[in-house]
């Protein structure tokens, strides 16, 4: 079973070549290092480049056949609705089949007061309906998650809008496949979770005995995370093997053969998966379990790092496009890393010991994945998984699983158990949000360059190599060196940035200056609830912070809120809760305004001073120097005292308006001779803004306009895009563009967009 090793890594290798040839490339290196060490025959190099190649060639086939066969023309589509509606707010999604077998993403609006019965009105139909197409969405600014990229790995290339309820009159017969069936089933056991449990206990329970945390609050996935103990709320190896255990040993007590029990578990196993909800990592942990008892059913001995590659194996082959999924790298580098570890690392006498290992293997072993994705990793999880491991592990799911059994026998018995149990939870969640408030909970580094995950991957490997003959200091050093560069390059970098957020209909400009001399940010966006019981989008945490986050970016210097308009203060508060800033500027008076007031208040409460500045004030740092132009008085009116910042950064000069409107350009043209080379188009190129008069004064090389796709307010006017072009301007806008960025190197620098080619 020797072989199973080397071909499931040259199996990755295949996979990886197909989906990127650079980061095939990155890693062949790695292969050429094992070839030299373990030097294998002609035979077996014929054999692992077959092996390589086979998948190679599969993946490019299963790629070849992500095509559509809609024109987004269509008005009417049959869909096969199966799986249950996720409703948020008063919005459900879900994936369904057209007539044609193609999987589309469906939307729907529903009535907020039959929210949940209109969703159950629609799984398990096959209707025609009526609505839109349009195609998913590309990440409008860098390193966010692009959804159009994540339906196309499943093969979606559409959304559809339904526009109503239909009376259900144009619906076909359906009949459900085993596997549809098997998800009807665990949808019954999770409304019977929300029957028999109390409310705050479901969450958790839903979490642990079904795989499914989309009822848990997101501030609360956040504080797991953040202690890097969140992988306890996902159905791993520990669930599966504790549910194997529980049921080997409950079979066994009631006199069934080990043959027997094999079966059942062999029947069982996929049917859990199922249920589970079939992610990878479940697929992984149910799939090495069944792997161990058929080969050892077979007399033939096989190692748990073999029986992971060989699930590795079967997982490539039934879909190569899982590789892409972070939950299947993760799942797999900190299996591959423990189980590789676990002869020489992992044998202590204390069990803290142990768990202190396993948990540093694990985290060493996740670490490019986490990094890559999500740009920071925890610095408290060691000592966490100290608490939360035994916690979870001994008590939290054994006692969950076996109230979730006695539910279907004594419900009435149940429901108090589970009331005592619920306690603890809240005490717990209490707990999470406490320990995940101390400062550096987690490190933030930025999202790396491919280069750089490449030497983080040399690095962990020559490392773990080294502790195969005992601690190598020079090994650990050597990652502390590529870490520590990591950090410093993130905040000491030689380039500096002019970053034009897309926010949507807002503003957000961030000032990102060279060798972490100055970060400012101007405005932070906001979304608008017209509905008082839905909660509107968070441009703070959901925009502005995953942009910071990549660029490494966990402080600023100064924010800068030009008015109180929504649109361009929205997100502050979101924002301070997961990023240091030093001080807020915000125009004189300006927090008379009842938007403006509450902000200005919770700031204080976080002892982050904020400041009412007027013009004219300057400052420099190194050769960029800034000017605050407006307003000059302390009256506020609204768009017209807009903080207006002149700055010469980066070889040109720049002139930010916040909504400044015709009267403040007048006012400002008497005050100052104002010139820039880039004009930030004032109030989202509305026609009350941008007159010609200011326009020739300026005389901007380049303009840029913050506005949001498709806004109701039809920004920016067509007759202010033409005064532009007519002055000579090269127009950028985020409507169209994405986010737009100005990357510089002492004073010489180039523009880039998300869309270069208004691909929108």
């Known amino acids: 079973m020797k072989w199973l090793i080397p071909c499931a890594l040259m199996a990755v290798l295949g996979v990886t070549l197909a989906h990127s040839l650079f980061w095939g490339l990155l ?13 294998p025959s002609k035979k ?8 390589c190649l086979f998948f190679f060639l599969l993946t490019e086939i299963k790629r070849s056949h992500h095509i559509t066969f809609l024109t987004g023309d269509e008005k009417v589509l ?17 994936t369904a089949l057209t007539g044609k077998g193609e999987k589309i993403q469906i939307k729907l609006y529903l009535d907020k007061e039959t929210a949940s019965s209109q969703a159950a009105l629609m799984t398990s139909s096959w209707c025609d309906w009526k609505g839109t197409l349009e195609k998913p969405s590309k990440a409008r600014n860098p390193h966010l998650f692009n959804y159009n990229t994540y339906l196309w790995n499943q093969n979606i290339h559409w959304i559809f809008t339904i526009n109503h309820m239909n009376d259900f009159n144009s619906c076909y017969p359906l009949t459900l496949t085993w596997k549809e069936k098997l998800n009807k089933i665990r949808s019954k056991g999770i409304d019977h979770l ?13 979490s642990l005995i079904f795989g499914d945390r989309g009822d848990m609050e997101e501030e609360l996935l956040e504080a797991y995370q953040k202690l890097g103990v969140i992988h306890l709320l996902a159905i791993s190896g520990m669930h599966v093997g504790m549910i194997v255990g529980m049921l080997w040993w409950s079979l066994l007590r009631l006199g069934f053969t080990k043959e027997k029990v094999r079966i059942y578990l062999l029947l069982c196993l996929p049917l859990y998966a199922v249920a589970a909800g079939g992610s990878p990592p479940v697929i992984r942990a149910v799939s090495m379990v069944m792997a161990m008892i058929i080969f050892t059913s077979i007399a033939k001995r096989i190692t748990l790092l073999q029986a992971l590659c060989f699930t590795l194996l079967i997982q490539l082959l039934l879909n190569p496009m899982v590789i892409l999924q972070p939950g299947f790298q993760l799942s797999y580098a900190v299996s591959f890393s423990i189980l590789v570890s676990a002869p020489k690392l992992l044998r202590a006498t204390s069990r803290i010991i142990s768990i202190l290992k396993v948990t540093a293997i694990s985290q060493l072993g996740a670490f490019p994945v986490l990094i890559w994705h999500f740009h920071e990793v925890s610095s408290a999880s060691f000592l966490a998984n100290l608490f939360y491991i035994p916690l979870f592990t001994l008590f939290l799911l054994p006692s969950l699983l076996l109230l979730y059994l006695l539910s279907f026998v004594a419900p009435g018995f149940t429901y108090q158990a589970a009331t005592w149990l619920e306690k603890v939870v809240e005490l717990l969640d209490e707990l999470t949000h ?18 750089l995950v490449l030497f983080y991957l040399l690095s962990l490997i020559w490392f773990f190599i080294r502790l195969e003959k005992g601690f190598s200091l020079k090994a650990g050093a050597l990652f502390l060196m590529i870490l520590t560069g990591d950090w410093l390059s993130s905040r000491f970098n030689p380039w500096g940035a002019i970053l034009f957020i897309d926010v949507g209909q807002g503003d957000s400009i961030l000032i990102d200056l060279p060798w972490g001399r100055g970060t400012y940010l101007i405005d932070t966006g906001g979304g ?12 703070g945490r959901e925009i502005i912070w995953p942009v910071l986050k990549a660029r490494g970016i966990t402080s600023i210097d100064k924010l800068i809120l030009t008015h109180g308009d929504w649109d361009h203060i929205g997100g502050t508060l979101d924002l301070s809760s997961y990023i240091h800033i030093d001080e807020v500027w915000i125009s004189p008076n300006s927090h008379e305004k009842d938007s403006v007031l509450p902000i200005v208040e919770e700031l204080f409460k976080k002892d982050i001073p904020v400041m009412e500045k007027r013009a004219p004030y300057s400052w420099n740092v190194d050769t960029h120097s800034f000017t605050l132009m407006y307003p000059m008085d302390e009256v506020y009116e609204g768009n017209d005292d807009s903080l207006v910042l002149w700055g010469d950064i980066g070889g040109f000069t720049w002139l930010f308006t916040g909504d400044l409107e015709k009267e403040g350009e007048i006012e400002l043209m008497e005050h100052f001779g104002v010139h820039a080379d880039v004009l930030k188009v004032g109030h989202h190129g509305s026609l009350t803004s941008t007159s010609e008069e200011f326009l020739k004064q300026v005389d901007p090389d380049y303009a840029v306009i913050s506005a949001g796709v498709n806004n109701r307010f039809n920004h920016p006017h067509p007759e202010v895009t033409e005064r532009l072009k007519k002055q000579g301007a090269t127009v950028l806008g985020t409507h169209t563009n994405g986010a737009i960025e100005y990357r510089f190197y002492r004073n010489k620098g180039t523009f880039r967009t998300m869309f270069p080619y208004d691909e929108e």
């Open 78 to 94: 049959p869909l096969r609705i199966v799986e249950p509606l996720k409703v948020k707010n008063n919005t459900a999604a879900a």
């Open 194 to 206: 929300h029957e028999t449990f109390p409310d705050r206990l479901v969450p958790l329970a839903k």
């Open 434 to 451: 406490y320990l995940s408030a101390f400062p550096y909970a987690t490190a933030v580094l930025g999202k790396p360059s491919t280069w």
């Open 27 to 39: 890693l062949f290196p790695l292969y050429v290092v094992s070839w030299i060490r373990y030097h």
């Open 44 to 51: 077996a190099i014929l054999i692992l480049a077959s092996t």
């Open 528 to 539: 608008m609830s017209f509905d008082e019981n839905i909660k509107p989008f968070s441009v």
